[in-house]
């Protein structure tokens, strides 16, 4: 099983057969530091979650990632099984892709 792409239109997520895409997730555990992560240990444990125990999620939600790792092994297993991650816009050390001391871009609004 691969994970299909999915699509945005408008807020919602759609499959390619044109339903609604719902997320239905866990947050993962993430390595108190960069050089933790453990590209054999997290494929387990995603294993071990998904297919072992059966549970019915499609998606994983990361909280700490380092732009330095290269998570490439564990992203290709999520996909071989159906899982999609969600990765955090901000990073273990430094500004990573957004910068929390940034003003909040103009195009989200306040409501």
Excluded at 2 to 18: E, F, I, M, S
Aim: hydrophobic share 35%; with cysteine; net charge positive.
């Amino acid at each position: 099983m691969t994970a299909p792409t999915v699509a945005v239109r408008g807020k919602y997520l759609y499959n390619p057969d044109g339903s609604r895409f719902f997320m239905k997730g866990i947050a993962f555990p993430a390595p108190l530091r960069s050089h933790d992560y453990n590209e054999t240990g997290w494929i387990a444990t995603l294993k071990q979650i998904k297919v072992d125990l059966g549970a019915e999620i499609n998606t994983i939600r990361l909280y700490r990632m380092d732009p330095s790792v290269n998570y490439t092994g564990f992203f290709n297993y999520a996909t071989s099984i159906g899982v999609y991650i969600l990765v955090p816009l901000t990073s273990v050390s430094g500004a990573g892709i957004l910068n929390r001391t940034s003003e909040v871009p103009k195009c989200y609004s306040r409501e």
